[in-house]
């Protein structure tokens, strides 16, 4: 695709989908198969007639047609009323020109995050349906072969069908436990945009801002449930620091090290407003935890004045109601700065046998080691993580940390 081209596939994809997957009944790869035919349609015709008003109205109408022309091939006379329900819906229906499709595309990912598929099956869903990201850079993300990642996502549109789940935001006791899936995966497209997990580049702007506006979306819709504007707070808030994450040449720079400068003011005061406002609200979830947590990091001036004691005792608030070993190992940081490497070095110890294959795990303990000044403990474990980690960008700031330390140990020979 061209720069133009590429940057409306990624603003309207999912908009575009979700219209088409409802329009044919929860159809994924029927729609999929139309919405791709209207984006190579308007890179034929485009060029040649001129560009339309309205690209999106442009491409929802011709998806809508391609659909149409697909089912009529498909179907046989047998199913001819099913057809002819589908085309008095699609001539009864039209695609708001306001962009005001919030239900759409929040029917869409409750779809995707249905408990009858697993956490991994919704999340490469989500990806794919709502990101418009191909079955190769959804199986990179996911550190798999493109053929598994394509199966996957083929087993999980087929279950959708068979099991005839409803294109819906569902409704009473169900909504609570629905919900929490949604903001799992909407989360986990943002980390899989801030801190991408394979290849050359650190960052993914584009899935950063996809889930921070699907977020606001959902905050938006279900306002009843303080946690979804929490979840909007923390992404708002670690997001706001990008542009200091990398440097010219996409190196990765530490927290401590970044030019604060650089951190967008605004995005973080929008970040603390929801933030003080769900807290007024009720009892802090995992989500509003860790947006407290990204404030706290962001209030500080310097690294010499962050409030290590409250973000210890946030981590261990956080730990008590979402306990995980990741929880812990973040914790440790925290510790490693209030009562020192020693203390924090044998809370990372004890996580050994559930992150013992997390680059990271290793990385932590490297950097323990080596503040501790235990220098062949620290460039042995920098080595364990270079052996486990992925993305181009955290292999070269691991090299480099490795890299200094051999310096060291051969000036002690």
Not at 48 to 57: C, D, I, K, L, Q
Not at 140 to 158: D, I, W, Y
Not at 298 to 316: H, M
Not at 318 to 332: D, F, G, H, K, Q
Request: proline residues 4%.
């Amino acid at each position: 695709m061209t720069p133009g081209f590429d940057a409306i596939y990624r603003e309207h994809f999912g908009r575009i989908l979700a219209t088409v997957i409802r329009l044919t009944g929860g159809d994924f790869s029927l729609a999929e198969d139309a919405v791709q035919d209207a984006f190579t349609a308007a890179m034929l015709q485009w060029p040649a007639e001129g560009w339309p008003s309205s690209p999106r109205a442009w491409l929802t109408s011709t998806a809508r047609h391609k659909a149409l022309d697909r089912m009529r091939h498909q179907t046989s006379f047998a199913d001819r009323r099913e057809e002819l329900e589908f085309f008095l819906r699609f001539e009864r229906e039209s695609e708001p020109e306001d962009g005001s499709n919030m239900d759409e595309r929040l029917r869409l990912i409750f779809t995707c995050c249905h408990p009858a598929l697993a956490l991994d099956a919704q999340v490469a869903l989500s990806l794919q349906t709502l990101c418009g990201m191909n079955a190769a850079a959804i199986a990179r993300a996911f550190l798999l072969p493109e053929s598994t990642m394509a199966q996957r996502l083929v087993r999980a549109k087929h279950k959708i069908r068979r099991a005839r789940i409803p294109y819906e935001i569902p409704t009473g006791s169900a909504l609570p436990d629905r919900l929490e899936a949604v903001m799992t995966v909407i989360y986990l497209v943002f980390n899989a945009g801030y801190g991408g997990s394979s290849g050359d580049r650190l960052i993914r702007e584009e899935l950063c801002t996809e889930a921070i506006r699907l977020s606001r979306m959902l905050s938006s819709a279900m306002p009843i449930y303080p946690e979804t504007s929490g979840l909007l707070a923390l992404m708002l808030l670690q997001d706001a620091r990008r542009l200091a994450r990398v440097d010219a040449d996409g190196d990765l720079i530490l927290l401590e090290e970044q030019d604060r400068r650089l951190w967008d003011r605004a995005q973080i005061a929008e970040g603390e407003a929801l933030l003080e406002k769900t807290l007024r609200r009720c009892l802090p979830g995992p989500y509003t935890l860790q947006a407290a947590i990204a404030a706290l990091h962001n209030q500080a001036s310097s690294p010499s004045v962050t409030d290590w004691p409250q973000i210890a005792e946030l981590y261990a608030r956080l730990a008590r109601i979402r306990p995980s070993p990741i929880v812990e190992l973040n914790r440790s940081v925290a510790i490693a700065m209030v009562e020192g490497c020693e203390a924090a070095l044998r809370l990372t110890d004890a996580l050994k046998d559930d992150l013992g294959d997390y680059y990271l795990w290793w990385a932590t303990r490297a950097d323990f080691a080596r503040r501790l000044n235990r220098l062949e403990e620290a460039a042995e474990a920098y080595r364990e993580a270079l052996s486990r980690v992925s993305n181009g960008a955290e292999r070269r700031f691991l090299q480099r940390r490795l890299d200094a330390l051999a310096v060291i140990l051969n000036g002690h020979k």
